[in-house]
């Protein structure tokens, strides 16, 4: 039996022509490894959390060997880490006898030690330690000369992470807070949590996850409507009118398929969808199937057909209109960029307008994922993938884990197994826990395209064999970035003003990836800043934009609503019901 046998039929018969324009032609270029090299890749994978062994040591050796011929590096650390000693001695010394200013704070989003009971001794000796060897290794790890961008943040990230595990704060015997809840419990904290943790390790060995908190249809996802159109990759949801009249113009929504659509409808009060029809807006979602080993060979222009042309095509069908709103968000969004551009090209006028949240066109500065991301990591990933036909929900939710470990590991795992404190259960974070998994063809292209090479920014990505550019897209722009986004960083959401040429409208606002998306008017602490650039405006960069912007308290919702309001047309009848596959959430939605 030859290699190539081993290899699945829809890979093997891939035809290459669909994959021109990228420097890397996988996977017709491995079919010849597939006998060794991708099952070795993959089954070291299950030990490694799918990091690849060799980007790690890269990062290493080029930093190791470049500290080593960088004399007047080494002579800074040394000076620093001297000083360090001397002020944690002298801090040592004195909170002996009396109070003593802290030789280093903590950061701003550090929360480990920010208990009274962490000031006194012997602990705040023990947390002072831990935060000036933090440091010197943060300072060890930058600014050594020769050392290229990407292999210093991996040095960064991984002493990072080296250093949380070895946290004063995830050990019995070394933090008051859990000493204290120790003895006024008996232990007991300690029984429960040794259970849990237990029950935790048993899901992660079978495979299995327990289920949300709160189910679609029950709990969230309780916006009234229908299922208008099923294919093989998506359904498309209509969302009952509760107004008189409508908007003339319908709005179809485009959602991750990293995620469930429903984070835009979760409980009522938190439902992006349920406002926007109590605006007056003919509301349709793209829900999309949690693909398997059989979808393995789906692609990302699968996914523009099947989710997004094919749902503008139900829409026009269902209300008449002759053109649509369209909102992408997260990766949704960087797919409904490609479509519009697309469109544009073909001279396809049926988009009034085009909102884009949390969403990026341009890759060179994708925030802390990038440290997942090069050809090394790529390639392993990719073997993963391979042997199961998918990436699986773990590895991506393991992958976020690690970026902000800090908050979803080792505080998680004290709360939850040494202070016996169970897991709230928002909508949210029920929503969270419920992933998905995402095909192996559609994942290695939108890994190696989009942020690898970044086709999309540099007109180099194909749709029906031709590039298409994003300054095509001539219909009105709306773009959302939000201020603590770790996914999608909102300097790099605010390129999409360098790389279009009509009217932009930019919205920061505050929060991260998800919660700064679900933002209700009401929720306290809310803010943003707004402004609409035209196309013969002078750029101004991200800095300086959000220095002179003035800032608004409150929601971004109704100013989105009031900008999509203006684009939506005159107020209309409802349009009749259509046929109908099922009641909202639907089918897909459900599945595991």
């Given amino acids: 039996m030859s290699p190539s046998d081993t290899v699945p039929a829809g890979v093997r018969e891939r035809d290459a022509s669909a994959w021109q324009g990228t420097r890397h032609h996988y996977p017709e270029e491995n079919v010849a490894h597939a006998a060794l090299d991708l099952p070795l890749h993959a089954w070291l994978g299950r030990f490694t959390g799918n990091v690849s062994p060799a980007a790690l040591a890269l990062a290493w050796f080029d930093w190791s060997l470049h500290l080593m011929l960088s004399p007047d590096k080494q002579a800074e650390l040394a000076t620093h880490a001297a000083s360090a000693s001397l002020r944690w001695w002298q801090y040592c010394a004195g909170t002996a006898f009396a109070s003593q200013a802290a030789p280093v704070e903590p950061l701003a989003q550090d929360k480990r030690f920010v208990d009274p009971a962490w000031q006194t001794w012997p602990y705040n000796v023990l ?73 935790d390790a048993w899901r992660a060995a079978s495979g299995s996850a327990a289920p949300p908190g709160l189910r679609p249809g029950h709990e969230v996802a309780l916006t009234p409507g229908r299922v208008v159109l099923r294919n093989r990759l998506a359904e498309l949801l209509r969302y009952d009118p509760v107004t008189p009249r409508v908007h003339a113009v319908p709005l179809l929504i485009v959602p991750a398929w990293i995620m469930k659509y429903y984070i835009l409808d979760l409980s009522p009060a938190n439902s992006l969808v349920r406002y926007l029809v109590g605006q007056g807006h003919s509301v349709y979602v793209v829900s999309w199937k949690n693909p398997g080993a059989a979808d393995r060979d789906l692609g990302l222009d699968d996914y523009r057909r099947l989710g997004i042309m094919e749902a503008l095509d139900a829409v026009q069908r269902e209300t008449g209109a002759r ?219 991200p800095e300086r934009w959000q220095q002179e912007v003035p800032s608004v308290e409150g929601s971004w919702w109704p100013a989105w609503e009031a900008w999509l309001a203006q684009l939506a047309g005159p107020w209309v009848e409802p349009p009749p019901p259509a046929a109908s596959l099922g009641p909202a959430p639907g089918r897909y939605v459900l599945e595991p």
């Fill in 127 to 199: 947390s002072q330690g831990f935060l000036l060897q933090q440091q010197w290794w943060h300072r060890a790890t930058r600014s050594v000369r020769g050392v290229s961008p990407h292999h210093a943040d991996v040095a960064t990230f991984v002493a990072r992470q080296l250093l949380d595990a070895v946290s004063p704060s995830n050990f019995v015997a070394t933090n008051p807070v859990v000493l204290e809840k120790t003895c006024a419990r008996g232990g007991m904290n300690l029984l429960s949590g040794a259970a849990r943790a237990a029950g």
């Fill in 323 to 541: 053109q649509v709103n369209a909102c992408g968000y997260c990766l949704g969004g960087t797919l409904l960029a490609i479509a519009a551009a697309a469109m544009a090209r073909d001279h396809d006028r049926r988009l009034a307008s085009v909102s884009l949240l949390a969403a990026q066109v341009d890759f060179t500065e994708p925030g802390e994922l990038s440290l997942f991301v090069d050809d090394s990591e790529v390639s392993f990933l990719e073997a993963g993938m391979w042997s199961q036909g998918y990436l699986d929900t773990h590895q991506m939710a393991g992958a976020f884990q690690l970026l902000r470990s800090n908050d979803l590991v080792w505080s998680r795992q004290l709360r939850h197994y040494l202070l016996d404190v169970p897991d709230r259960q928002t909508d949210l974070m029920s929503w969270n826990a419920d992933a998905t998994r995402m095909p192996y063809r559609m994942h290695s292209e939108y890994l190696r395209q989009l942020f690898l090479n970044d086709d999309l920014a540099s007109a180099r990505y194909l749709v029906d064999g031709r590039p298409v550019a994003l300054t095509d897209i001539q219909v009105p722009i709306f773009a959302l970035g939000t201020r603590t986004d770790h996914v999608a960083p909102w300097r790099s959401v605010y390129k999409i003003g360098l790389l279009s040429d009509t009217e932009t409208s930019f919205l920061l606002t505050s929060g991260g990836h998800n919660a700064g998306v679900v933002a209700p008017p009401g929720d306290a602490g809310r803010s943003y800043q707004f402004t609409t650039r035209a196309p013969d405006a002078p750029y101004i960069d």
